[in-house]
């Protein structure tokens, strides 16, 4: 008998005020080894990063999908999370039987059956690895942004409105990877930017 492909999705970036949002997309095989998967939030930096490659290697696929500030002022963060997961789950190698999807809301544009799954980051170990492979994704780029960009903080606070973020958006107006849409960086837009 053959076995059900199931697909474990879920986002990273939702809240912050800047860079893209982020999803994956991951299908493990049963017995896959992989020890201490859980919800991205609940594991250290170190941990995530350590997980990334495992899941990588030992997942049957996998795939990583961004929308972009430009597509989230566009369409809202809310629909730019379901086209990130849209196309998370078409990149994959294999079709899925079914895609198990962290959350209250299913992506309309999914072909394949689907199951959202309140706190499935935490109950379903596909979507944990999914969770893991979109959060480590996120905290690199916004890694590059920084470097891209000085004078936010954008390593540390990735993105996220903390004091930091929002004493620089004040000083330095918004960068072209802010969220023209949310309403800090609407607020901080009068501002003259130094990009």
Known sequence: MTAVLLCGVDEAGRGPLAGSVFAAAVVLPEGHGIVGLNDSKKLTE??????????????????????????????NILHATMLAMERAVAALALVPHKVLIDGNRIPKGLTIPAEAIVEGDAKVESISAAS??????????LHALDIRYPGYGFARHKGYPTAEHLAALARLGPCPEHRRSFGPVRAAG????LW
């Open 132 to 141: 893991i492979l979109a959060k480590v994704a996120r905290d690199r780029a």
């Open 46 to 75: 170190r941990r995530r990063e350590a997980l990334f490659p495992q899941i990588q290697q030992r997942a049957l696929a996998w795939a990583i999908a961004e929308a972009n500030c430009a597509e989230i002022d566009e369409l």
């Open 190 to 193: 009068a501002q003259a930017s």
